[in-house]
């Protein structure tokens, strides 16, 4: 059963709030993942809520550009990305660290290797 998890940045600007069942998440060794250490998790774009700090996001694309990576302008903090599923659908990825009370070190992680792609 989903769970309501609230997060966001470091400075508090960018918050957000995601519905999902949080069993696991992704470590990727691209080039951009692992220069972070983003412990990521996926859920589509209608169980996301940006509630503040839109504003206040940069986003950066590299590679093929498909990812929208945003980071928050004033702490740098990268709370979560945006991008497009392989069936075409919006997905919100979210980086774990940044929610509120979960106790990210003891999320299963799958590596992933993004390196090679």
């Not at 508090?12 to 992704?26: D, T, Y």
């Amino acid at each position: 059963m989903a769970k309501t998890y609230t997060g966001g940045c470091h400075c508090q600007k960018v918050r957000f709030e995601v519905a999902m069942e949080l069993e696991g998440a992704v470590m990727c060794n691209c080039s951009m993942c692992s220069k972070r250490n983003w412990k990521l998790v996926f859920v589509p774009a209608d169980q996301f809520t940006l509630h503040s700090g839109a504003h206040a996001l940069t986003e950066y694309r590299f590679n093929t550009g498909h990812i929208a990576h945003l980071f928050c302008s004033t702490c740098g903090v990268a709370s979560f990305g945006r991008g497009v599923g392989r069936d075409g659908k919006e997905v919100i990825s979210v980086n774990v660290c940044c929610l509120d009370d979960v106790d990210h070190e003891s999320i299963p992680i799958t590596r992933y290797d993004g390196a090679s792609l």
